[in-house]
């Protein structure tokens, strides 16, 4: 079993950045491609974007693109996203994902707990 704990979220103005962590725990990760997902309050959780198990490849929704970045540091077990010129749309709970598969949006076998990110103007 992994254990995956986000941290990093808050209260942020428009405009503003926040880093998102993902650290994981128990079972080895490192050979996992992970995705970031988010849901904002009355809405489906969607898919943000996501890595592979190198870091070598990335991607991110249209939504974010151009504004988000994801990362990771497999010797610190942790993946990271990096959200700027952020907008108050969005607003959510994030959470990081652990799937065998890069790419995907399902079909994660572990799920963090999530984060709050609430950005206003």
């Known amino acids: 079993q992994a254990q995956l704990v986000e941290s990093g979220g808050g209260l942020v103005q428009a405009g503003g950045s926040l880093r998102l962590s993902c650290v994981a725990s128990?079972?080895?990760?490192?050979?996992?491609?992970m995705g970031w997902f988010r849901q904002a309050r009355g809405k489906e959780r969607v898919n943000v974007g996501g890595?592979?198990?190198?870091?070598?490849?990335?991607y991110c929704a249209d939504s974010v693109k151009g504004r988000f970045t994801i990362s990771r540091d497999n010797a610190k077990k942790t993946v990271y996203l990096q959200m700027n010129s952020l907008k108050p749309e969005d607003t959510a709970v994030y959470y990081c994902?652990?799937?065998?598969?890069?790419?995907?949006?399902?079909?994660?076998?572990?799920w963090g707990q999530g984060t709050q990110v609430t950005v206003y103007t």
């Open positions: 994902a652990a799937s065998r598969i890069y790419g995907v949006t399902r079909d994660y076998e572990y």
């Open positions: 128990g079972r080895d990760l490192s050979d996992y491609a």
């Open positions: 890595i592979n198990w190198t870091g070598s490849t990335t």
